[in-house]
């Protein structure tokens, strides 16, 4: 797994994919930090489908149980180049308090930098 947020690929959704996903109310969006740019999953703004980004991602989930490949791909894409998020989701999702969600994020937040501290003072190896 790529835990660096700081080299993200490139927008993993066809034109096609992209457009069924807006019609169902959600988006990926580019995102900056301090650690870099990386993905997050998103309620559509201009869509009134869902209220808060979470119920954008309990829909993806659910759509994993009717075996949905646009949702599953979504879904390992964020895991592999956007960990920050797909954590947050996924503890979020595991019923995990608020105040255990931001420690464990700050945790990974924590694990990338160092990752990235040494990354940049090896030179990679």
């Known amino acids: 797994m790529q835990n660096r947020i700081t080299k993200f690929p490139e927008y993993p959704l066809s034109e096609e994919e992209t457009n069924q996903v807006e019609q169902e109310g959600w988006c990926l969006s580019l995102m900056s ?15 009134d489908i ?14 994993l149980a009717r075996l949905d490949s646009l949702s599953l791909k979504v879904l390992i894409f964020l895991k592999e180049h956007s960990p920050l998020e ?22 990974l937040r924590d694990k990338i930098v160092a990752e990235e ?8 190896n």
């Open 50 to 63: 869902f209220e808060t980004d979470q119920e954008a991602w309990d829909f993806v989930f659910t759509a």
């Open 117 to 124: 501290l040494v990354m940049s003072t090896t030179g990679g």
């Open 33 to 47: 930090c301090n650690l870099g740019d990386y993905y997050q999953l998103q309620k559509l703004d201009e869509s």
């Open 86 to 107: 797909w954590k947050e989701i996924a503890l979020t999702r595991a019923g995990a308090s608020k105040e255990d969600i931001e420690k464990s994020l700050l945790s």
